[in-house]
T-cell receptor, first 114, second 116 residues
């Protein structure tokens, strides 16, 4: 089944404890992206990747890191999480690195930072 | 700069009513793409439609229709004869590729509640 998977789905952690949210797609998609969803703010793009080893900042990159060493994986790293990073996170992918493509989203990861 | 505005935060309608969700966008590029996504209460995000900036034809898919007007920079979404299953948050989004890389900009979403 073609899909985008994220792990974990739910995470409660404490301030400053490094964490990684994994994202993997099995569709051989070129473009991958991370978003956070907050009430009243909609979806905001954190980082995106046009292809392997090519990443760039979205609109809210502060406090996050990403890497794209393999085409299928695009982990989101929070080196020192803070409470303002409590949010619902979505990973997404598109077939090619073209703005015309619709995005396929993962199921979301709900992160709480205490 | 890119911007997508969904001024309607929440709309409530009674089943079988028609409802229109507004989306206004800003972009400096001449080539861009607009999207609508649906997020039902279960939380997943589902693609509904894509429209490119050169295609102003309206589109109808069952009870759903979309009206794209470049003159007013709007891409509105109408649900005819709404049903309870239409209850969801709907997001409008914009992408453009003026520089060879591209980002997606989403609106803040409109929560639609369809009451039985």
């Amino acid at each position: 089944e073609a899909q985008v998977t994220q792990n974990p789905r739910y995470l409660i952690t404490v301030t400053g404890k490094k964490l990684t949210v994994t994202c993997s797609q099995n569709m051989n998609h070129e473009y991958m992206s991370w978003y956070r969803q907050d009430p009243g703010l909609g979806l905001r793009q954190i980082y995106y990747s046009m292809n392997v080893e090519v990443t760039d900042k979205g609109d809210v990159p502060e406090g996050y890191k990403v890497s794209r060493k393999e085409k299928r994986n695009f982990p989101l790293i929070l080196e020192s999480p803070s409470p303002n990073q409590t949010s619902l996170y979505f990973c997404a992918s598109t077939k090619t690195a073209r703005p015309s493509n619709e995005q396929f989203f993962g199921p979301g990861t709900r992160l709480t930072v205490l | 700069a890119q911007k997508v505005t969904q001024a309607q935060t929440e709309i409530s309608v009674v089943e079988k009513e028609d409802v229109t969700l507004d989306c206004v966008y800003e972009t400096r590029d001449t080539t861009y793409y607009l999207f609508w996504y649906k997020q039902p209460p279960s939380g997943e995000l589902v693609f509904l439609i894509r429209r490119n900036s050169f295609d102003e034809q309206n589109e109808i898919s069952g009870r759903y229709s979309w009206n794209f007007q470049k003159s007013t920079s709007s891409f509105n979404f109408t649900i005819t004869a709404s049903q309870v299953v239409d209850s969801a948050v709907y997001f409008c989004a914009l992408s453009e590729a003026a520089t060879g890389t591209y980002k997606y900009i989403f609106g803040t979403g409109t929560r639609l509640k369809v009451l039985a």
